[in-house]
């Protein structure tokens, strides 16, 4: 029985923000990581990466990677990844950011906790898309939105919460679905204007 690993969310963020500082030939590793091939197919299938079983144990202690089963008892993950079962389909409980019509969505301001000094070129509605994102964020990833949530809140310019929404649609992308991600990113498309 070999062991299966899959990208933490710590290794997704890393993939998409390159925040840890993971040197590249690490990257490399952890890129081959997919969640469903045993450690045992990933060095048959990536021979030219050497000492596979002791670095994806590595990546494993340092939290970019985590066990999601072994070869004779292969987990589905795609299930346990959104732990409150949260989707799209299943909006959060908290007061709605986003209303549909139509199948297009249109954006509903909500007011800010908390204020900073905005730069002169600021996008005036910055707080609120970011208080929405956070609020879509944390039901699609449920307990493991901390780290997302924090690289929203730093975003100070329209362009900074842009770029962190398409690096969060990546990570949707790997932890729940491509969908998911797509809807995510039409409803911030209008940052990017």
Partial sequence: MSTIYRQSLKGIDEIAFKSGGLPLRLMSYLLVVDGDASVDQLVSRHQNLPSMQAVLQGLCSQGFIEVSGVAANVVDIGQMRVSNGANFSAPAQTQPTLQQSNNNFAYSPQLSGQQY?????????????????????????GADAAPVVNKIQVCRT????????MGIKKIITIYTNRDAAEKFGSRYAVLSS
């Fill in 117 to 141: 000094a905005a730069p002169a070129n600021a996008f005036p509605d910055l707080d609120n898309y970011k208080n929405s994102m956070i609020r879509d964020v944390s039901a699609l990833l």
């Fill in 158 to 165: 329209r362009d900074d919460l842009f770029s962190t929404m």
